[in-house]
């Protein structure tokens, strides 16, 4: 857009708007009459919403009734104003909402009986963003609670892994990246990145809710089974009890097993009888010669 509406229709003290200027810009919104989305569930979070005269309507577009709407272009928008650039009703059922940010955008899905499904922030070319500190993408049950939510912080390890490794570094060696809910906001599942002595990680959690049932895998970003020296990069609790854990750390490009506190493979009830293995740097030992390596 050329019009750059906060030099044209500067806003009151308020922060808002003034009525000759609202008039005048062809806004929509007013103190009595705001935009109101159609469903905020949990855990949703908006910015001030706007909402400009009509640019564009076409109720029989290929995917159904399509409105968009004037605002401003990204530079022009303030910090935590949301401006409403396009509306569908789709033939199919549902909805969808577009917003435009100073960051970009924000897309939202409706299911057909209104309830948000999705909400996903995307930059000025409509990729997911790159929000670090925040949830860039959160979907919703139909009950209202939240299902999900992830951030597309990270770039691809072959694009800055330096980066990467600084940034997972400095905040304890740990970032989460997604949680999954069930339908009652209970947390059945994490996926995180860890970086440990140059190298990066990436673990998937599965849960239930009462963290009885527990399972865990871990690879490197290059899709090796691994984990830092001495973390399991899997396990499965049963009913509160460990059934099985493997170390492995990744030594050539390649997975070995390799623990030094402690057994590298452990199985409550394996079929050969042995319950706890020992190795180092893949090498198997007994449990006596392992202590005797290792200095216990």
């Given at each position: 857009m050329g019009n750059n509406f906060e030099s044209k229709h500067p806003r009151s003290a308020d922060g808002k708007f003034t009525e000759k200027y609202r008039a005048e810009s062809g806004l929509e919104l007013s103190v009595d009459q705001p935009f109101t989305p159609p469903d905020t569930p949990e855990d949703c979070e908006r910015g001030q919403i706007f909402v400009g005269e009509v640019k564009y309507h076409d109720p029989n577009s290929p995917i159904g009734d399509m409105t968009d709407y004037e605002a401003p272009d990204s530079s022009e928008i303030s910090y935590g104003d949301w401006w409403l650039v396009e509306k569908i009703k789709y033939d199919s059922g549902g909805s969808g909402l577009t917003y435009r940010t100073q960051d970009g955008y924000v897309q939202e899905s409706y299911g057909e009986e209104g309830n948000l499904e999705n909400q996903e922030f995307l930059d000025e070319n409509f990729e997911p963003a790159p929000i670090e500190e925040e949830w860039g993408r959160k979907t919703w049950w139909e009950n209202g609670k939240l299902a999900s939510r992830r951030r597309d912080a990270i770039p691809e390890v072959d694009v800055d892994p330096e980066y990467l490794k600084e940034y997972i570094e400095?905040?304890?060696?740990?970032?989460?990246?997604?949680?999954?809910?069930?339908?009652?906001?209970?947390?059945?599942?994490?996926?995180?990145?860890?970086?440990?002595?140059?190298?990066?990680?990436?673990?998937?959690?599965?849960?239930?809710?009462?963290?009885?049932?527990?399972?865990?895998?871990?690879?490197?970003?290059?899709?090796?089974?691994?984990?830092?020296?001495?973390?399991?990069?899997?396990?499965?609790?049963?009913?509160?009890?460990?059934?099985?854990?493997?170390?492995?750390?990744?030594?050539?490009?390649?997975?070995?097993?390799?623990?030094t506190d402690g057994p590298a493979i452990f199985r409550r009830a394996p079929a050969d009888g042995r319950r706890e293995r020992y190795f180092l740097e893949g090498k198997e030992y007994t449990k006596a010669e392992w202590e005797k390596k290792v200095g216990r």
């Open positions: 400095d905040r304890c060696g740990k970032m989460t990246v997604a949680e999954y809910f069930d339908h009652q906001g209970q947390k059945t599942g994490q996926r995180y990145y860890t970086a440990s002595d140059g190298e990066l990680f990436e673990a998937r959690e599965k849960c239930s809710p009462d963290r009885q049932t527990r399972s865990k895998i871990s690879y490197s970003f290059d899709g090796v089974e691994c984990a830092p020296e001495n973390e399991s990069c899997n396990y499965q609790v049963l009913n509160g009890f460990l059934q099985a854990a493997h170390y492995k750390v990744k030594r050539g490009g390649e997975s070995v097993y390799h623990r």
